[in-house]
């Protein structure tokens, strides 16, 4: 089945200890982003990717780091948490970059930071 | 900057009721446009787009959205609303592929809301 998984589904950190997210599409699509969704503030674009070792930076890419060393994977790192980092965050893909076919989602990973 | 803007937080329509879902955008170029749903605890799920030709475009579980260019609207509809459709909608704009990364640009989302 095409999807896009992310791990883990829940989280709770404290403040300051590294954590990834990781996410994996297994459609061999090119482009992957990662979105953090906070009530009222809909989805915001943290880092996205083009292709292999190609990244750059989304709206709000502040405390966050991402990589791109294989196709299908593109894991979120946060070096230190803060609190402020609580949120729902997806893991997307698409075929290409601009593709009309819009972008596969993952279910989700619900961070808390205390 | 391209934008989008869903005015409404919640919608809420009685089953069997037609249902809209509003949409407004902003971008540069002629719009692509989509329609996504997040039901409980899942990841959104793609239910339409508009890239070009007829103006009516028709989506997944009966949903269908118009686009108006000269209003820069791109509202959801359904002839009849099913409880199962209470989710949270959001709608999406990317401009035409200029050389860079084409972002997808999301709104706010609308809670709908369908009781019996």
């Known amino acids: 089945e095409a999807q896009v998984t992310q791990n883990p589904r829940y989280l709770i950190t404290v403040t300051g200890k590294k954590l990834t997210v990781t996410c994996s599409q297994n459609?061999?699509?090119?482009?992957m982003s990662w979105y953090r969704q906070d009530p009222g503030l809909g989805l915001r674009q943290i880092y996205y990717?083009?292709?292999?070792?190609?990244?750059d930076k989304g709206d709000v890419p502040e405390g966050y780091k991402v990589s791109r060393k294989e196709k299908r994977n593109f894991p979120l790192i946060l070096e230190s948490p803060s609190p402020n980092q609580t949120s729902l965050y997806f893991c997307?893909?698409?075929?290409?970059?601009?593709?009309?076919?819009?972008?596969?989602f993952g279910s989700g990973t619900r961070l808390t930071v205390v | 900057a391209q934008s989008v803007a869903q005015p409404e937080d919640q919608v809420n329509v009685a089953e069997g009721n037609p249902l809209t879902v509003k949409c407004t955008y902003s971008v540069s170029g002629n719009p692509y446009l989509f329609w996504y749903v997040q039901y409980p605890n899942r990841g959104l799920q793609f239910l339409l787009k508009y890239i070009t030709g007829d103006n009516l475009v028709k989506g997944s579980y009966g949903f269908e959205a118009e686009f108006n260019k000269s209003q820069t609207s791109f509202h959801l509809k359904k002839p009849s609303a099913l409880v199962s459709d209470s989710a949270l909608y959001f709608c999406a704009v990317r401009a035409p592929l200029t050389g860079t990364a084409s972002k997808l640009t999301f709104g706010t989302g609308t809670r709908l809301q369908v009781t019996l």
């Open positions: 997307a893909s698409s075929l290409r970059r601009g593709s009309n076919y819009g972008y596969t």
């Open positions: 990717s083009m292709n292999v070792e190609v990244t």
């Open positions: 459609m061999n699509h090119e482009y």
